[in-house]
């Protein structure tokens, strides 16, 4: 079966610049998750979607951080605008149910650099 | 913070040797996963253990988990240079909140 994917793989910007990143989940999959993941360090939750809807978006900077997921199925990832400190690997994920028990399948990532 | 906290940061090992790491975590869990990434990669899941296991096996992976401790650790066996890679753990806690991975552990595996 085809693997979560994402893009772009990398993406440089400069700060105050606009910027977004595209995830397909695996078909079927009705969770998908947004991580941020600086490096060294392990990956941070930004938002989870079960279907279209947010189930966490706690941990997200809703003041330049935006996410959507219209029809249940890809999902996009805005930042608006950027700062340094944005610099990261921003990792998406998703999993066939809402489920404490499975595991979740992650895209390759997108890198921003943020100069 | 965290839940999940890996130790070491980082191990370096030959060829054909055992590498242990651990992971500690601060309140009680419905499980604890372990997933591996290479450098530039996305997270690979490797293994699930549930808080009612102890041990579980996959290939040459062993994990085990001490919920007495709050302590989980993942053993890769007769290592191999493709093991190079960085591993995590990550917590699902017992109110079905969201998981929450540690900083990791860097694996070199010397050929």
């Known amino acids: 079966e085809a693997g979560v994917a994402q893009s772009p793989r990398y993406k440089i910007i400069e700060k105050r610049q606009s910027v977004a990143f595209w995830c397909n989940p695996i078909?079927?999959?009705?969770?998908l998750y947004w991580y941020q993941q600086i490096l060294g360090q392990g990956p941070k939750l930004l938002i989870q979607?079960?279907?279209?809807?947010?189930?966490?978006d706690s941990q997200l900077p809703k003041d330049r951080f935006s996410a959507e997921r219209l029809k249940g199925v890809d999902s996009t990832l805005k930042i608006q605008p950027a700062k340094l400190e944005d610099s990261a690997v921003y990792l998406c994920?998703?999993?066939?149910?809402?489920?404490?028990?499975?595991?979740?399948?992650f895209g390759q990532g997108t890198r921003l650099t943020v100069v | 913070s965290q839940q999940g906290e890996e130790d070491p940061q980082a191990l370096s090992i030959q060829e054909g040797e055992n590498a242990t790491m651990n992971c500690s975590y601060k309140?009680?869990?419905?499980?604890l996963q372990w997933y591996r990434q290479n450098s530039g990669r996305g997270l690979v899941h490797l293994i699930l253990i549930r808080s009612n296991e102890r041990e579980k096996h996959s290939g040459r992976l062993r994990v085990t988990l001490d919920t007495s401790k709050k302590s989980s650790s993942l053993l890769i066996t007769a290592s191999r240079a493709a093991d190079t890679a960085s591993y995590f753990c990550?917590?699902?806690?017992?109110?079905?909140?969201?998981?929450?991975f540690g900083d990791g552990t860097t694996l070199t595996v010397k050929p």
């Open positions: 990550a917590t699902v806690p017992s109110n079905a909140g969201k998981s929450t």
């Open positions: 979607f079960q279907n279209n809807g947010v189930v966490d």
């Open positions: 078909s079927g999959h009705a969770t």
């Open positions: 994920a998703s999993s066939f149910i809402r489920g404490i028990n499975t595991e979740a399948f």
């Open positions: 309140t009680s869990i419905n499980n």
